[in-house]
RNA sequence: GGCCCCUUAGUCAAACGGCUAAGACGUCGCCCUCUCACGGCGAAGAUAUGGGUUCGAUUCCCGUAGGGGUCACCA
């Protein structure tokens, strides 16, 4: 066979050799130690949470080293393809921080354009340089053409590939691959001028040299080191639109675009045979490898799954939803990254996570359960150490968009939310009320609208309970200072029979109908509608003494 | 089914082949001059399993089990 001939038969327009494309892509002036890296989506929907994952490891080593982090789109599957879904990806990976210094971007008039000189980064607009490839593939010999005409194509279309592989009978479905690749390798010349003459279209396939029985060493820097055994099928390198499989691109791009590290679920150990034997044909040097475990949940019978798109904690919108601040979910996933991290940002709570000195071998090998509530921990540290403004800001946005009538309460009174916000926040032990915005309303909802929520718990007389507050709007001075309104509570206490003093109370409490405790209790729900709220004088000095006093004088009457 | 990866408490995880197997989250208890929160103290809770190498194994080797992944003209 006339190799030569192949080439040209098969792609007599590309005139352009490897050479050619070396010269156009140079390798990248970097200093010593910088790290390429890429995230490579395709555009068939939203980032969800084990896509964010290992685009912030990408991120983190190339903005630790000095080196690069770009986007590349790999949208060679146009049947997939969802409209929108690549500039949601790249708005939603800004929300979170990633930023890519090179790549495809949203230009100013909102479409995507590209940025860098290693484009297109467009996989679909990458065509003529996979061609040169391919056509230098056949004609040393190292992949053919397999032609198929339009209507078994049709037919391969139809099917539903997926179901169908699962019904099969694997023992036999291989022993059927293997004769039919034996059938296509032996394609001649002639049947090849045939079937182009009548205009059939092919897909190329890779000639494997590959036994299965041998296996190639490789050091991949996550799970250390493997033997891979070497690939023996013709997999395809091009659709018969003559756009590459994923195989394919990734080793043109890869190597082209100077990527040093690629970091993938390890959902892609099984074809890594693959990528080796490819990189070899072509003459590339391969990058290092990071295969990352794949995030996990639990599903009904317990069992750890894979966390796929439709799980609740998939869709990175699902956390904007549900109310968790991206520098939440950004130091939640450092914790899961580097079990060491923790330890680092106790010592280091006021640097971001950048500083953190990010290290490829404290990264584990094995998959980790999602934990919400890791998160939630993570997220009331992180928001604790926000300041009044801050939060304001962040949680006014979000009920903004989430809860508008709320919003709009808070986009209101400016002020008077940040007092709120105030409380509590800024010393050494800051309260850690809110893992997410959505715990806003019901923690604050009452400075704005009074709604009882909850009711007196025990057993406590009804004239006993209005006499106790009858006493308190008696002495009740908004001039007081914590001493002075605490003093008047305990006050209270007394006259109503009650013990004024927990530690005398709790030595016997059968002495006592009730404490001082108990009178709080009437007051906060009285003022709050909640049993639960922050310190009760700090309360009414925020709301004042007017509304504090409607608030108890409306709960005499109603009681 | 073939092949590949993984396995320390409920979860995330430390431990040159060498102290009683860290720590964090969660759970439970006690304490902290009003609840909640914060904080403090404490408790329960783990090396999947069987062999081997070794004076000594969570660590190294082999088997078993369990879990995960993959086997497309998808990525």
């Not at 006021?350 to 999602?370: A, E, Q, R, V």
């Not at 029979?497 to 927990?502: A, E, F, K, L, Q």
Request: aromatic residues 10%.
């Amino acid at each position: 066979m006339d190799y030569q001939k192949l080439a040209e038969l098969l792609f007599p327009g590309v005139t352009q050799t490897p050479a050619d494309m070396e010269a156009k892509f140079p390798p990248r002036n970097l200093p010593e130690g910088a790290k390429v890296t890429r995230f490579a989506p395709s555009p068939t929907g939203f980032v969800h949470f084990g896509g964010l994952f290992p685009t912030t490891i990408g991120e983190r080593l190339a903005h630790q080293s000095g080196g690069v982090l770009y986007l590349r789109i790999e949208d060679t599957d146009a049947k997939r393809e969802v409209d929108g879904a690549a500039e949601g990806l790249i708005k939603t990976l800004a929300h979170y921080g990633i930023h890519f210094d090179e790549g495809a971007v949203i230009g100013e008039d909102g479409n995507i354009c590209d940025k860098g000189i290693y484009g297109p980064y467009r996989q679909s607009q990458r065509g003529p340089i996979y061609h040169v490839y391919a056509k230098q593939l056949v004609s040393e010999g190292k992949a053919y053409p397999v032609f198929t005409t339009q209507e078994e194509l049709d037919a391969l279309n139809a099917v539903d590939k997926k179901a169908e592989i699962k019904a099969k009978d694997w023992h036999e479905d291989q022993t059927a691959q293997k004769e039919a690749m034996l059938k296509a390798r032996a394609i001649t010349m002639e049947e090849v001028e045939e079937n182009l003459k009548a205009g059939n279209p092919f897909v190329l396939r890779l000639l494997a040299d590959g036994d299965p029985e041998k296996k190639t060493p490789f050091t991949d820097l996550i799970k250390g080191k493997l033997e891979i055994p070497e690939n023996d099928e013709d997999f395809v390198l091009l659709k018969s639109d003559g756009i590459p499989t994923y195989h394919f691109a990734h080793a043109v791009d890869d190597h082209l675009m100077g990527t040093t590290h690629v970091i993938r679920g390890e959902e892609w150990l099984p074809s890594l045979a693959k990528h080796i034997m490819l990189f070899r044909y072509l003459g590339f040097r391969m990058p290092k490898y990071m295969h990352i475990a794949q995030i996990m949940r639990l599903d009904e019978n317990g069992n750890k799954k894979k966390l796929s798109k439709r799980d609740m904690g998939a869709n990175m919108d699902d956390y904007s939803r549900m109310g968790y601040a991206p520098a939440c979910v950004c130091e939640y996933i450092m914790t899961l990254l580097n079990s060491n991290y923790e330890e680092w940002h106790m010592q280091n709570a006021d640097k971001p996570y950048t500083d953190f000195p990010f290290n490829i071998k404290k990264m584990s090998s094995s998959g980790c359960l999602f934990d919400f509530n890791k998160l939630n921990d993570v997220s009331k540290n992180v928001i604790s150490r926000m300041s009044a403004d801050e939060v304001y800001e962040q949680a006014t946005a979000w009920a903004l968009e989430f809860d508008p009538e709320f919003g709009k309460k808070l986009a209101a009174t400016p002020d008077f939310a940040k007092t709120i916000f105030a409380i509590g926040r800024g010393g050494k032990k800051p309260r850690k009320d809110f893992a997410t915005w959505a715990d806003v309303k019901p923690y604050m909802g009452f400075f704005y609208d009074y709604e009882q929520i909850d009711t007196f718990a025990g057993e406590h007389d009804q004239e006993t309970v209005k006499k106790a507050l009858s006493l308190f709007l008696g002495s009740y001075d908004p001039a007081d200072d914590m001493n002075g309104w605490f003093e008047k509570v305990k006050a209270v206490a007394r006259e109503i029979g009650y013990c004024d003093d927990m530690k005398a109370y709790k030595a016997d409490p059968t002495a006592f109908p009730g404490n001082i405790a108990d009178v709080s209790m009437f007051l906060r729900v009285a003022v709050t509608g909640k049993l639960n709220a922050p310190d009760l004088y700090t309360v009414m000095q925020i709301l004042g003494e007017a509304e504090t006093r409607a608030r108890i004088e409306n709960m005499i009457q109603t009681i």
